[in-house]
């Protein structure tokens, strides 16, 4: 007889419906001793679709399916839809130049840990022009990505040590959360709504003890999908709730708003009259 493994090494238990409590710690616990390990002390989170193409290969799908419809194939959908990829496909571009610049200027601060590295969901899209505008600039990038039955796979750029697979979506969520210092909402769908209301919510509601910036990529796409004006005027945010969304519509205007905001909040020693507030130190880093 097979003596019985003990309970930590026992596969059938590890996969139970007892033993979910240890799989839900096994995602906190092992992400935070890789951090730990890979001297990271905090990050800027990038949220965007994973539909937004590289310049490079909308245009190639657009000449595929010119070449496929002609003649008199203009008012095709298919070419209408690759058209607007290609429209579309500057925000790839834009999200690669702000990382590159982003973690130029991060990795040039004097510090022992590596700040404010770039980290995304790990995918394709906005999420691969993130980590690979890190990799331009030498940098270090995560990449936090769900397992999923239709996945499309983590993207070639995210530095090695530094992919993190997910089995439950809040566990993910809360990485994303716990060492953000800001985040940047490029275009995108449902997924990067509820990400980025579930940063507001808790921004609102004083559940992160620090300071978080959320800038909106992109007026000409999020202007005619998410306007906040209207749930104050009726009353379901505070006026200034408004003012926790910065917006901005190139890389150097939102890098400018992000070096100002983590370099007043998360570099410079808090101020005395800051220091006698009230929880104030722990929005520091």
Not at 18 to 43: G, S, V, W
Not at 232 to 247: E, S, T, V, Y
Request: charged share 25%; glycine share 8%.
């Amino acid at each position: 007889m097979h003596p019985q493994p003990l309970a930590y090494r026992d596969e059938d238990f590890l996969e139970s419906e007892e033993a979910r409590p240890l799989r839900i710690l096994a995602e906190y616990l092992e992400p935070l001793r890789r951090f730990k390990a890979e001297n990271i002390q905090d990050t800027v989170v990038f949220f965007g679709s994973a539909r937004i193409h590289s310049p490079e290969q909308a245009r190639e799908a657009l000449e595929r399916l010119e070449r496929r419809f002609q003649p008199g194939g203009s008012s095709n959908p298919h070419l209408e839809r690759s058209r607007k990829a290609v429209e579309w496909s500057r925000y790839y571009e834009d999200a690669r130049v702000l990382a590159r610049m982003l973690t130029e200027w991060s990795t040039a601060l004097d510090t022992q840990h590596h700040r404010f590295v770039v980290t995304s969901g790990g995918g394709p899209g906005i999420m691969e022009a993130a980590n690979r505008g890190a990799v331009d600039a030498g940098g270090k990038t995560i990449g936090l990505t769900i397992r999923l039955p239709f996945g499309q796979g983590a993207n070639r750029y995210i530095t090695e040590g530094l992919h993190f697979e997910f089995h439950y979506f809040f566990m993910r969520k809360f990485w994303f959360a716990y060492l953000a210092k800001a985040l940047v909402i490029f275009p995108g769908g449902f997924g990067t709504l509820d990400e980025m209301f579930e940063i507001l919510t808790l921004m609102q509601t004083e559940k992160l003890a620090k300071q978080i910036q959320i800038i909106l990529y992109g007026s000409e796409y999020w202007d005619p999908i998410l306007s906040l004006e209207p749930m104050a005027d009726w009353g379901a945010i505070g006026p200034g709730d408004i003012g926790l969304i910065k917006r901005a519509d190139s890389p150097e205007q939102a890098f400018t708003l992000l070096k100002a905001h983590l370099t007043e909040h998360h570099l410079l020693p808090p101020t005395a009259q800051e220091m006698k507030a009230p929880g104030i130190a722990k929005t520091r880093s």
